[in-house]
């Protein structure tokens, strides 16, 4: 299931980080930090969303043991002390992996008002960021993004500025290359880099691509278990080719 | 004796006037004073400034033409992703905005709370919220590391609005959710801060019934304290009351047609706050 790909990715977006803050944004990031909790980063603090952290880890929905008090204010200290990895949305992502996510078209009166750059600014220039999209498409990866939310490659500035990859429910992209331009890393399987690259507005890097990992047995009985009603596979259904080649167009 | 701050919420809006700045605490859709923002809806006055992490507050003052500007991170329901006001105002070029990251937003308030021009900050560096709002400078580090830094410029209230769970008379005011959101930051940077709350207890019951750290504003903060049951409403007030989300869909549908909009202010916004809590079914 394409929706098993996607959360395991976006649990490996968590591996290495140790004893600090997982901030998943959406239901797939937050599915895979809870995976990757209960299997390689079991040293990762999650939170309910809102001021709780979590002792254990609940399924998707459900309330768990509280084991902290992390308020608002206190994400804000945390996340300029750097001991955070975030995991955002983007409405729109540049090849340098600069993120829209405040508004469509010019600033002054756009198109379509979206949330507002939100802490996209912050969190971009002071800890790991990583994104996720549940729909790769040439609406979101566009040569130019609107207005500058989170911060790409191209404008980055200061010590901490660190995008470390971007996971789609078709493949998962990094900057890792001299330019610090988007890079195909993985395709999920049963996707093709053709396919990648038709999806995607701008050329990517391609080279010695691989399939994105398949779940372990072990893996896939947790997911089950943290997302009973399989919230995933509705963020992230399995395109249908003639679906696809619709999207595309 | 300790001075007596009761007001009515018709009472702190005759203290705000035209053009004011007004801070507005809470976060999203959560804990907002709603009944002060109402009551806002019900009188003359225009062309405020709002500085909010933005939820219904600001899409109901979108609606009734009143922000001329907004100074805000984001505007959200939470479990409707955006405003429809706010998005109807932005879309049509009928309001202001000066967008900030979160932290910036906090940054400033700080400021203004500690008299300060600005205080340093990260964020915003590299994004498109310095080159859209070009009264935002940088700062060099004056020590050897001679990092650049946003000079965040103290973002000062004229008022603010805030909603608590209790309060005493004299503006000892007690929030009992998860969160204080920045509610004791937009008291400390305004002239004037009016709390609305849930109820109104004597100053004894404050800390007989929930430990002292809940106390988030004291008396030298507030300037004038209105009870209004569910006067965060359609927004949360935990413990006391969850959000609404059955009357927030309505707001939203109502919000992208003007006849049901129409129908939506007859009903609800017309009259004052009572009329408004029997129309939404405030549990007898």
């Keep these: ?249 | 004796m300790v001075r007596d701050k009761r007001m009515t919420a018709d009472e702190v809006v005759a203290c705000l006037s035209d053009g004011m700045t007004v801070g507005i605490g809470g976060w999203g859709s959560r804990r907002k004073p709603m009944a002060l923002v109402r009551a806002i809806l019900r009188s003359k006055l225009k062309d405020l400034t709002v500085v909010s992490y933005g939820g219904p507050d600001v899409g109901l003052l979108c609606a009734s033409g009143q922000v001329r500007k907004v100074v805000f991170g984001f505007v959200s329901l939470d479990t409707i992703a955006y405003d429809p006001w706010f998005r109807h105002a932005r879309e049509n070029a009928r309001v202001e905005v000066r967008e900030l990251d979160e932290g910036m937003l906090q940054c400033g308030l700080r400021a203004a709370a500690h008299r300060l021009p600005f205080l340093p900050i990260r964020a915003g560096l590299g994004s498109d919220v310095l080159r859209l709002d070009p009264t935002l400078r940088t700062v060099r580090s004056p020590y050897d590391d001679g990092e650049e830094l946003v000079a965040m410029p103290a973002l000062r209230l004229d008022a603010a609005l805030v909603h608590l769970n209790r309060a005493d008379r004299h503006g000892n005011a007690q929030y009992l959710g998860p969160d204080p959101y920045f509610d004791d930051l937009f008291c400390l940077a305004a002239e004037r801060r009016y709390v609305s709350c849930e109820q109104i207890v004597e100053t004894a019951e404050l800390s007989a019934t929930a430990p002292v750290q809940t106390l988030l504003l004291n008396r030298m903060m507030v300037d004038g304290v209105v009870e209004t049951p569910r006067g965060a409403h359609f927004t949360s007030c935990a413990p006391d009351y969850g959000r609404d989300e059955a009357f927030q869909r309505t707001y939203a549908r109502a919000a992208a047609d003007p006849a049901l909009w129409a129908e939506f202010t007859d009903r609800y916004l017309s009259g004052d706050e009572a009329t408004y809590q029997a129309e939404v079914g405030v549990p007898a």
């Design chain 1, 1 to 249: 299931m394409r929706a098993d790909s996607c959360a395991v990715a976006c649990a490996d977006l968590f591996r290495g980080d140790g004893e600090i803050l997982a901030s998943p944004m959406g239901t797939m990031p937050t599915l895979g930090a809870r995976l990757a909790r209960l299997t390689f980063a079991p040293d990762l603090l999650i939170s309910d969303g809102e001021a709780m952290l979590f002792a254990d880890t609940p399924a998707l929905g459900t309330a768990g043991q509280v084991e902290g008090w992390l308020p608002y204010r206190a994400v804000f200290d945390v996340l300029a002390w750097g001991r955070r990895h975030v995991v955002m949305g983007a409405n729109q992502l540049d090849r340098f992996g600069n993120q829209n996510i405040s508004c469509v078209g010019d600033h002054a009166q756009p198109q379509r008002q979206l949330l507002g750059v939100r802490g996209a600014p912050g969190n971009t220039v002071n800890h790991r960021t990583s994104y996720w999209v549940p729909k790769h498409s040439p609406r979101v990866f566009v040569d130019h993004v609107d207005m500058v939310s989170g911060v790409g490659y191209d404008k980055a500035t200061g010590p901490f500025h660190d995008i470390h990859r971007v996971v789609t429910d078709l493949a998962v992209l990094d900057f890792n290359t001299p330019t610090h331009t988007m890079r195909l890393v993985s395709v999920h399987p049963g996707v093709t880099v053709a396919e990648v690259q038709a999806a995607t507005g701008f050329a990517l890097s391609i080279e010695d691509v691989v399939e994105t990992r398949r779940p372990t047995p072990e893996e896939l009985t947790l997911l089950r278990t943290l997302d009973p009603d399989n919230l995933r596979e509705r963020e992230a259904p399995t395109r249908e080719p003639a679906v696809q080649q619709a999207t595309l167009r």
